[in-house]
């Protein structure tokens, strides 16, 4: 009898990069967002990226971040966690987990909290010190939401595509 292999990926290497890699998908110049939703079963049931809603031309909408008034993308980008959230075309996602490559906003810590999502992994936090972060963080704990910092497992992995 051949042993098994022993150099696959973990489940969360594999829902992590799932995530980075729908990040990939972003138009935003400056920050690249990815989440990926699990079930408790491990199956992945959703996924999103930063970008601006179905129909709003990504050459059309402004991606400035300095810029004011009408021409700033805050105005127009769907968040990843939300898109995520959005995109599930299933039943509930009540007891789901989230993975993402960017710790949620507040607006995105309602949606998670809403939608019965339980435990949230994520990656970068490099905004923390952001009054929505910690407004975020706030809301998430209060409502009972598991919250864990990923450690890399310092794999390299490469796609050919
Ligand atoms: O939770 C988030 N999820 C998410 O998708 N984003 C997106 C919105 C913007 O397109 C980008 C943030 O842009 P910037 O880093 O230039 O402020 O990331 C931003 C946050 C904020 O934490
Ligand atoms: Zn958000």
């Known amino acids: 009898m051949s042993d098994k292999r022993k150099d696959y990926i973990s489940w969360d290497e594999y829902f992590m990069g799932v995530a980075i890699l729908a990040s990939m998908r972003s138009k935003d110049p400056n920050t690249q967002v990815g989440?990926?939703?699990?079930?408790?079963?491990?199956?992945?049931?959703?996924?999103?990226?930063?970008?601006?809603?179905?129909?709003?031309?990504?050459?059309?909408?402004?991606?400035?971040?300095?810029?004011?008034?009408?021409?700033?993308?805050y105005l127009y980008t769907t968040h990843s966690e939300l898109n995520a959230i959005l995109n599930y075309r299933g039943g509930s996602l009540e007891g789901a987990t989230i993975y993402v490559t960017l710790f949620p906003c507040n607006?995105?810590?309602?949606?998670?909290?809403?939608?019965?999502?339980?435990?949230l992994v994520y990656a970068s936090d490099?905004?923390?010190?952001?009054?929505n972060v910690l407004a975020s963080k706030r809301m998430l704990k209060t409502a009972g939401v598991e919250l864990i910092s990923y450690q890399p497992s310092g794999r390299t992995i490469t796609l050919n595509v």
């Open 126 to 131: 490099k905004y923390a010190t952001a009054v």
């Open 107 to 119: 607006e995105c810590a309602k949606a998670i909290i809403q939608s019965g999502i339980k435990k």
């Open 35 to 73: 989440a990926c939703i699990v079930s408790q079963d491990n199956k992945i049931l959703s996924m999103g990226y930063n970008g601006f809603p179905i129909g709003c031309s990504d050459d059309e909408f402004p991606w400035s971040r300095e810029a004011e008034g009408l021409d700033s993308k």
